[in-house]
């Protein structure tokens, strides 16, 4: 199995700044594509940002420009640096990563809240 613990949510104000991280341990074999989702209240969960072992990046239109993804392949972790924050991007944010061989996990969520 693999673990994925995340940290860095929070409350912030509307232009403020956040950084997720997602550390994934346990039997990892190989892991490829890293990512973020969020759902908000009342909404369907929805890709924020994607990246590939060789680095290649996806964003949802409407975090392009104010997200970056990145992630370190030797510590097994991906981040999302959240720059201009706006309060439609309060939500529950969530890592996902899929394993070659075991198949794709969620972490646990963390909160992010964007409000004056």
């Known amino acids: 199995q693999v673990q994925l613990v995340e940290s860095g949510g929070g409350l912030v104000q509307p232009g403020g700044s956040l950084r997720l991280s997602c550390a994934a341990s346990?039997?990892?074999?190989?892991?490829?594509?890293m990512g973020w989702h969020r759902q908000a209240p009342g909404k369907q969960r929805g890709l924020v940002s994607s990246?590939?072992?060789?680095?290649?990046?996806n964003y949802a239109d409407s975090v392009k420009g104010r997200f970056t993804i990145s992630r370190d392949n030797a510590k097994n972790t991906v981040y999302l640096q959240m720059n201009s924050l706006k309060p439609e991007d309060t939500a529950v944010y969530y890592c996902?990563?899929?394993?070659?061989?075991?198949?794709?996990?969620w972490g646990q969520g963390t909160q992010v809240t964007v409000t004056s």
């Open positions: 990246i590939s072992r060789g680095g290649s990046t």
């Open positions: 346990g039997s990892i074999f190989s892991i490829a594509a």
């Open positions: 996902n990563v899929n394993d070659r061989v075991l198949g794709s996990f």
